[in-house]
């Protein structure tokens, strides 16, 4: 099978959290924040990709490289193209920059192919390429997803958010690189914190699919990663402050971070805690708080990666 020569495709592909508290490493939730990735053969001969950095601009650029793999995987050739990058999610920020790239370099190769998305078998190599499926499960599938992996094999449980949550992501200024995530973490955790996590992530999943923000206040209190990870985002105690002040139902470290995830009730509440934000810089009771701080109101992304 060849590629059509003469093609041109769009891709858009959600932002997502991972963990989503107490699902550590097993959770991972679509947001309606997308990144829009442009293909084309290219005219010249060359590799061209515009709308990153510069350092990401060559051919170790991850949409490019997950593409080529992709091609290999389906075997089929892969060919030289133009790639126009428009994504609004930070980098090492904690919303799955890296997976959203490379969803969308396996959707190019499926798309320019004249295939049909695969969404089972793109998992398993977005898995292979990320090393994790957290992530890359709701940037394929949207909504909510629990995935685990078996000698290889992954398997993903895709369920539908409720109705009406918002999800409000606040970004600071800096990063939080996954690696360093990594290292502050425990080697082993205590065999008491093994019922404590497993009845709470359970919990989670039905308290989202059911929007029962209750349940959601009694279930999101992590002992695995986020007591360890939030002394590396220097606003954390203030931001879950203003975050609880405003009513929000819970408030989470969104992957590794620095992004941080309150979930709230309703819009009343995300746009309280929009405005509280926003407010912060300039007041008294947010002494020593970092400036630059953007927060997103978003909802639970139904759509996974989608073609245009």
């Keep these: 099978m060849t590629h059509a020569t003469d093609q041109k495709i769009r891709v858009r592909v959600p932002a997502t959290s991972a963990n989503v508290g107490v699902g550590f490493d097993c959770l991972g939730l ?38 080529q793999h992709t091609c290999e995987d389906l075997g089929i050739p892969a060919q030289l193209l133009e790639i126009q990058i428009d994504s609004p999610i930070p980098l090492a920020g904690g919303l799955g920059s890296s997976s959203a790239c490379i969803v969308a370099g396996i959707a190019a190769a499926y798309a320019l192919a004249g295939l049909p998305l695969d969404r089972d078998r793109m ?21 909510l997803t629990c995935s685990f992996t078996d000698n290889g094999e992954v398997t993903t449980l895709h369920y539908d958010v409720a109705e009406g949550l918002c999800f409000v992501t606040i970004v600071p200024p800096y990063e ?36 029962d923000t209750d349940l959601i206040k009694k279930c999101a209190q992590d002992r695995i990663h986020e007591p360890y990870r939030s ?75 989608t073609l245009l």
């Design 231 to 305: 002394k590396l985002i220097p606003d954390y105690g203030a931001l879950r402050a203003a975050a609880y002040a405003c009513g929000a139902s819970a408030f989470l470290i969104s992957g590794s971070g620095a992004t941080t995830l309150a979930i709230c009730p309703d819009e009343a509440v995300a746009g309280r805690l929009i405005r509280r934000i926003a407010g912060m810089e300039s007041v008294a009771e947010a002494e020593g708080f970092r400036r630059g701080i953007v927060a997103h109101d978003l909802a639970a992304s139904a759509e996974g990666v």
């Design 176 to 211: 939080v690189r996954t690696a360093q995530a990594r290292r502050v973490l425990p080697t082993d955790v205590p065999l008491s914190v093994v019922p404590w996590q497993t009845g709470r992530a359970v919990a989670m999943v039905t308290a989202l699919t059911t929007g």
């Design 123 to 143: 998992l398993r190599l977005a898995t292979t390429l990320e090393g994790h499926p957290d992530n890359v499960a709701p940037a394929i599938y949207g909504g």
């Design 30 to 67: 679509a947001l309606t924040l997308y990144a829009e990735f442009g293909f084309a053969p290219s005219t010249d001969g060359q590799l061209h990709i515009t709308g990153c950095e510069d350092r990401f601009r060559g051919a170790d650029n991850l949409v490019w490289t997950s593409y």
